[in-house]
């Protein structure tokens, strides 16, 4: 930058067709819709059921804004600007209200949402219905930018789901990827002056007030710094005030799933330890000196892979709300016909995209925790495309036992061979290393489970059997009776004893794998993320072993027997036999006690418990009732408050009744399910 460069400014001018081209957020058919459509028209459409209340209180507040500023000299940044001044205004407003208010606002909606989707049910006609469900679309992307950026951040991670939600939701929900609407190119330089202690033609050769993106945090503006073209990120404003009242509300969310989530998959998980993990990458984020740091270690350690880009930051010109980087651009990972105009590998950049993300964990511990496509982006760098990731406000971190656990757990599954090479017990030690097993659990079901699955893996992997994902749905129903049916005592066993409590920061790793996947399966219809991994894995046994070589010698000598543990055993065979025939010695005199489990007894007693406690329930709410309405009835004239008290008790036992049948049926569907004699 030379001390006589100018800024350059941009007149306001009547946009031309170009730039209506280039509006972000459908502004271009909203311009044009203000244009034409009259407020009697809404009115129209919204009695007749055309559009929701939430659309029509939008589109006459639109109106009333064209009439008074008059949409045809509208700018694209004036625009743009109204439309964060409104959002940024209802954000501002709830930071500052009622956490009261605020929880039966986003009750409400989910709920509204959920409703109006199951009504759609009953509609038979395909196109009616896909109409009616890109309404409701458009009101839940509308209803998450209200809400603000926690739930924006929700929006961004189902818009990668093309498995789990609709073409008509995954379309908008898109939108919120970087689509969020901007605020004004003036207050952006404010912040940034602010901020850097400079008037912005001081720092900057140039700097275009109009955002390329903008996000629920922040936008992103185009600069020239000393020659170079450079993206300045400035926050938002009033985000602390909204977190901290989202975060309360989380944080009660946290309590109540704690006390009401059964966890009969086995797993003891933490809740609130996930939601106090969750908050402080939350605050993170907004540190914009915190992402630079995570940015210059992400591309630190990527040095040397030609096939990821991580753009360079400019440590001078970044402070806790502005931070500048390389400008470095691309095409959005899920913009598929972009990718094959420009010619790239989409099946490569699926496995680019999952083994970059591997490294991070196994290689590196340090990880991307929101890879949104938002967040990553391709280009021609390289043949077959390069992967530029963006966005490192949050970021993670596992270390110690952790990562060396999760490498270990990794080629445990991987080195199995259900001939030579058992690593069952491997994997579990790993796992207890982890912090995810309990070390005092019960291992006889778990390791069965885990037995079970590593053969099924070894032999799919080795071609013997089809991926259970390559089956038909009635194939890979019959899969899953079957292996109830094997597996049903062990799995109710894990299921009751909950042997399993993961890392708060593994809910990170699985988010950020639920986003990839749902980035993988847009780019290849085929994508499976368990085959793309196992060419990977050999890189982690020459990783754990040093080089190539000695893990081959390794796998050899674990094959063979030649190795220093069976040898040790072999010597060791007489010292062992010899404490067998002393421990069935010791058991014939009855100093020692075997322990049987008898999970069928089990279950049967808590079957028993639950008719008991349901019967007893039954009996004091028939007690209860008929001693409140007798009371009542000899009253004569208003029932007295100790009658009417009895008659509430007795609902209530009615209710504890009701919920406890329902329990017994549960039960009985769940031992039905694994094949377990009631």
């Known amino acids: 930058m030379t001390a006589t460069a100018e800024p350059k400014t941009d007149e306001t001018k009547a946009p031309t067709k170009e730039d209506m081209e280039k509006l972000p957020m459908g502004f271009t058919n909203m311009l044009s819709e203000i244009e034409t459509i009259r407020t009697r028209d809404i009115v129209s459409a919204y009695k007749k059921g055309a559009i929701g209340k939430r659309e029509a209180s939008t589109l006459t507040l639109k109106r009333a804004g064209a009439k008074i500023f008059g949409t045809k000299t509208l700018s694209r940044e004036s625009e743009a600007s109204k439309n964060a001044v ?19 606002e986003l009750y409400s909606f989910g709920i509204k949402i959920i409703l109006r989707e199951l009504k759609l049910r009953k509609v038979e006609d395909k196109a009616e219905k896909s109409a009616a469900r890109k309404e409701i679309a458009r009101d839940l992307r509308q209803g998450l930018l209200e809400l603000g950026p926690t739930f924006i951040k929700l929006g961004q991670l189902l818009s990668t789901r093309i498995d789990i939600l609709t073409k008509e939701y995954i379309d908008e929900l898109k939108i919120l990827q970087d689509n969020v609407p901007g605020f004004s190119g003036d207050s952006a330089v404010a912040v940034i002056e602010k901020e850097l202690g400079r008037p912005i033609d001081k720092i900057f050769d140039s700097f275009d007030k109009r955002p390329i993106a903008a996000a629920s945090l922040g936008q992103v503006h185009r600069a020239v710094l000393d020659g170079k073209e450079v993206a300045v990120k400035v926050q938002r404003t009033g985000l602390d005030d909204l977190f901290k009242n989202d975060l309360q509300n989380l944080k009660f969310a946290a309590k109540v799933f704690d006390k009401l989530d059964p966890k009969n998959d086995g797993a003891d998980r933490d809740w609130v330890a996930i939601y106090e993990e969750s908050a402080k ?67 490569k950049l699926a496995e680019r995209s999952a083994i970059s993300y591997l490294e991070q964990l196994s290689r590196h511990g340090f990880f991307h925790c929101d890879p949104h496509p938002g967040n990553i982006g391709v280009d021609a760098g390289i043949p077959g495309g390069r992967l530029v990731y963006y966005d490192f406000g949050m970021m993670d971190e596992i270390t110690g036992d952790l990562k060396g656990g999760l490498v270990d757990l990794i080629l445990g599954i991987y080195e199995f061979d259900p001939d030579t090479k058992d690593t069952t017990k491997d994997v579990l030690r790993a796992a207890e290393r982890m912090g995810i097993l309990d070390p005092n659990a019960d291992t006889v079901p778990i390791q069965r489970i885990a037995r079970y699955f590593l053969n099924d893996f070894a032999n799919a992997n080795a071609g013997k059997r089809e991926w259970t994902k390559d089956k038909s749905k009635e194939d890979a129903a019959e899969e899953r009776k079957a292996r109830r049916a094997e597996l049903g005592e062990s799995l109710l066993s894990v299921g009751s004893d909950v042997p399993f409590k993961f890392p708060p920061t593994f809910t990170f790793v699985f988010r950020a794998f639920t986003s990839l996947d749902g980035i993988g399966k847009g780019l290849d219809s085929k994508y499976d993320l368990t085959k793309l ?18 893990a081959l010698a390794v796998g050899f000598a674990e094959k063979t027997g030649l190795n220093r543990g069976d040898i040790f055993n072999t010597i060791k065979a007489p010292k062992n036999m010899a404490y067998v025939a002393g421990t069935l010695e010791r058991m014939e005199r009855g100093e020692l006690k075997v322990r049987v489990r008898a999970l069928e007894a089990e279950q049967r007693l808590q079957r028993l418990e639950l008719i008991t406690s349901n019967t007893n329930a039954a009996m004091v709410a028939g007690l209860l009732l008929n001693t409140g309405i007798v009371l009542s009835a000899i009253s004569g004239g208003n029932p007295p408050l100790f009658a009417r008290g009895l008659v509430w008790a007795g609902m209530a036992a009615t209710v504890k009744w009701a919920s406890g049948v329902l329990k017994v049926k549960q039960l009985d569907k769940k031992l039905s399910n694994y094949n377990v004699k009631k």
Request: glycine share 8%; aromatic share 12%; charged share 35%.
């Open 86 to 104: 409104f959002m940024e205004g209802g954000w501002a407003k709830r930071g500052k209200g009622s956490g009261l208010v605020r929880t039966i």
């Open 281 to 347: 990458l939350l605050y993170q984020e907004i540190d914009y000196r915190n992402e630079a740091k995570n940015a210059i270690r992400f591309r630190t350690q990527f040095k040397g892979i030609d096939w990821i880009k991580v753009p360079e930051v400019y440590e001078d010109y970044t402070s806790s709300r502005v931070i500048t980087m390389e400008y470095v651009p691309s095409v959005k990972i899920s913009d598929v016909d972009k990718i094959e105009e420009m010619g790239l590998d989409r099946l």
């Open 533 to 550: 991994t196992v060419p990977y894995l050999r890189k982690l046994s020459e990783m754990k072993y040093g080089s190539e070589t000695k």
